[in-house]
């Protein structure tokens, strides 16, 4: 019969190759897959996976597993199924030599996605996700010293390089010591057998799973313990991940005023579906009417500072480890708050939510960009008569800021060049001019004659990886002790703590200059906060600090005049983000001023529509004893405030509802959405007035 039929010693050698090497293939990438996790899990996640029970222990290594499998098995698949069109023909022998070269591609693309993904684990104590897309909107340059400063690059690159050869070694000599051993059936019926069962398995691995669904992002949770689920996707597969959420965010949905009216019901605001109007009314804001307010009105300085980390402030020993340096008389006479949050985690993504209150921190290069947006806080200073002026120690060009800031309504942008022109001898790093060069640059500017009160804000960058204390300059001894030394596993962790203290001083002396001034301690307000906590420190390592992990200060001076004129009620331990800034400001600035905001004043006991400190991944209401974090893994956390330290929480979950957070995180990226279809120069209200009368 045709399927006893012998196959011939040719065809069968092509056959055991073609098993053989499709094999291996996959098992090299399974190996590199598995040692890459270990790494991760031993340098990040060991303790949280140690306290596990042994079934989700189990539960990981499993799901682990699955996805190694289904990696590597698509990244197999196209040899396999050309593999099984030509292994009977005679154009085999090319496939082979293929093969070879696409292998040994692949394998080296697992190698380097895996190692990408252990140090993206280090700085930002997750896999890979949806950021690392953000630095390629970077400035190159700046990125590559970074990554020459921070991390083993030449020492990496000669690891990858002494692995590639051996990798290349193995590979061939495992293939042809598995094209030696294994021993195939002669017969045609039991070969197609077993490459029917080969393949079947292959679907099997591809698919990663018996169920209705294969395996899928969602399945990669097994436990409460956000370290050990980030643990499970490998690099490649957490690089695709990443990329498909990219790829689907640039797609903003279509959206209706029902959909924002929506969330705002769920936060219990009782909006009238048929005037959509009326879903703008929680965020609505108008300041009383102050007659001294309406004679005098402020010089406003806004500085968000670089990494200006409160988990750092808290190693601040004014007697042994000053942190502070010249701010530190500043917090202690004016208002700090350090039970804050950044909104976002990333200086971008932190400038547009404070800018615009947008979660996009692409927008800035989006088509977006130069949208009316409701909550434009540049378009609410000039509407209260100011001139506005953005002042950054980087390049103006960092993510087509310099349009992005103009769309918004700057009428003067400042940056390095411009900087460096009026001081020559500013000394500066990869990313842009020490801070206190642009802070004299913007004393400068409030000194200017003007008509108008300005609104000035600035974005420094000196604290920023790669840290170097800036040139000329002795680093003060800062006591650095050894269990600082372990929290912060770096090289140059003195340098760090240096740079952290040298940009506080710059900000402390910028303040005493604008102080000793009679003129400007008269009329300038001066707030300050960070875009973003320090990185890269292990937080996964401590539950405690969930919330934590995105804490930055917030400081604001008033002049003693204006104290007098405004009703303030300051609380040191009030919780606060950055959405309340420029409505702290505000209220407590400008007379009978109507605006849009998300945020409360910190300075009184008004009410507020969003009482909470709002973080993208951690929100905690007002005078809650809970904080819950919002991101990642489809289930919501809770923690309760232990009160051992600054926002600080205990380890385990509770049960507490987080859906007002989640709502609000809804309600923000809704209306952003519905604000991205409105026409040149539209703004929210007309374009509401004009789809109110479209329903009629």
Not at 122 to 134: G, M, N, R, V
Not at 432 to 454: A, Q, S, V, W
Not at 652 to 667: K, R, V, W
Request: net charge positive; hydrophobic share 40%.
């Amino acid at each position: 019969m045709f399927f006893n039929k012998n196959i011939s010693s040719n065809k069968l050698e092509d056959i055991t190759f073609y098993i053989s090497s499709i094999f291996v293939g996959c098992l090299l990438a399974l190996v590199i897959m598995s040692v890459a996790r270990c790494a991760i899990v031993f340098s990040f996640a060991l303790n949280p996976l140690c306290d596990l029970p042994f079934s989700e222990k189990l539960d990981f290594s499993f799901t682990s597993l699955r996805f190694d499998l289904k990696t590597a098995t698509f990244a197999y698949v196209l040899p396999l199924v050309i593999g099984l069109i030509f292994c009977f023909t005679r154009f085999f022998g090319i496939y082979k030599k293929l093969f070879y070269v696409y292998s040994y591609i692949t394998l080296i693309v697992i190698i380097l996605f895996s190692v990408i993904n252990y140090f993206y684990f280090k700085t930002y104590d997750k896999s890979i996700d949806t950021f690392i897309f953000a630095l390629t909107k970077e400035d190159p340059t700046a990125v590559f010293k970074t990554i020459i400063e921070d991390y083993p690059f030449f020492t990496g690159s000669i690891c990858l390089f002494i692995g590639a050869v051996v990798l290349y070694l193995v590979h061939i000599k495992l293939i042809t010591h598995f094209v030696k051993k294994v021993s195939l059936p002669k017969t045609l019926g039991k070969l197609c057998i077993l490459l029917t069962v080969f393949i079947v398995l292959f679907g099997i691995f591809m698919r990663g799973s018996f169920g209705t669904f294969p395996i899928r992002q969602l399945d990669a949770q097994v436990c409460d313990k956000p370290a050990v689920n980030y643990s499970i996707p490998n690099g490649p597969i957490a690089f695709y991940w990443a990329y498909k959420w990219d790829k689907q965010s640039r797609l903003i949905p279509k959206t209706y005023p029902e959909n924002v009216a929506f969330f705002a019901n769920s936060l219990g605001f009782k909006t009238d579906f048929k005037d959509f109007a009326s879903v703008l009314k929680p965020m609505y804001n108008k300041t009383p009417y102050n007659e001294f307010l309406v004679n005098n009105k402020p010089d406003v300085v806004f500085n968000v500072m670089e990494s200006m980390s409160t988990h750092m402030l808290s190693y601040d020993d004014e007697n042994n480890r000053d942190l502070l340096g010249e701010l530190r008389k500043h917090t202690k006479e004016d208002y700090f708050f350090t039970n804050f949050v950044s909104e976002g985690d990333g200086t971008s993504d932190s400038l547009t939510r404070l800018l615009v209150s947008v979660p996009d921190l692409n927008l800035s290069t989006s088509r977006h960009a130069d949208k009316d947006y409701l909550m434009n806080i540049v378009k609410i200073f000039k509407k209260a008569g100011y001139e506005t002026v953005f002042v950054t120690a980087s390049t103006a060009s960092w993510r087509n800021y310099n349009n992005f800031l103009r769309y918004l309504g700057f009428d003067r942008i400042i940056e390095r060049s411009y900087v460096k022109l009026k001081h020559p001898n500013a000394t500066e790093s990869a990313w842009g001019i020490d801070d206190e060069y642009m802070f004299k640059e913007t004393l400068n500017i409030l000194k200017e004659k003007r008509e108008k009160p300005r609104f000035v804000m600035t974005l420094s960058i000196t604290n920023h990886p790669p840290y170097r204390y800036p040139e000329k300059r002795v680093m003060p001894n800062l006591n650095i002790t050894e269990d600082i030394l372990e929290r912060f596993p770096y090289k140059d962790t003195k340098t760090i703590f240096g740079t952290f203290q040298y940009a506080n001083n710059e900000l402390g002396k910028f303040i005493s200059a604008i102080k000793n001034d009679e003129t400007l301690a008269e009329r300038t307000y001066i707030a300050a906060t960070g875009d973003h906590n320090l990185r890269g420190i292990g937080y996964l390592d401590h539950p405690d600090e969930a919330m934590f992990g995105h804490a930055v200060p917030f400081y604001l001076y008033i002049p003693e005049k204006y104290k007098g004129a405004s009703n303030i009620k300051y609380d040191k331990n009030r919780l606060g983000s950055h959405k309340d800034i420029i409505t702290t400001i505000l209220y407590h600035s400008q007379s009978d001023l109507e605006f849009y905001s998300f945020g409360c004043d910190l300075l009184s006991d008004r009410k507020c529509s969003f009482p909470f400190a709002y973080n993208q991944i951690v929100s905690a209401k007002f005078n809650s004893k809970y904080a819950c974090e919002l991101s990642g893994d489809y289930k919501m956390h809770s923690h309760r405030f232990n009160g051992k330290g600054i926002l600080l929480v205990d380890k385990e979950n509770t049960n507490q509802d987080c859906n007002y957070h989640i709502s609000f995180s809804m309600l923000q990226a809704y209306l952003y959405y519905l604000q991205t279809q409105l026409n040149q120069g539209q703004s929210l209200i007309e374009y509401l007035k004009e789809y109110k009368i479209q329903l009629k």
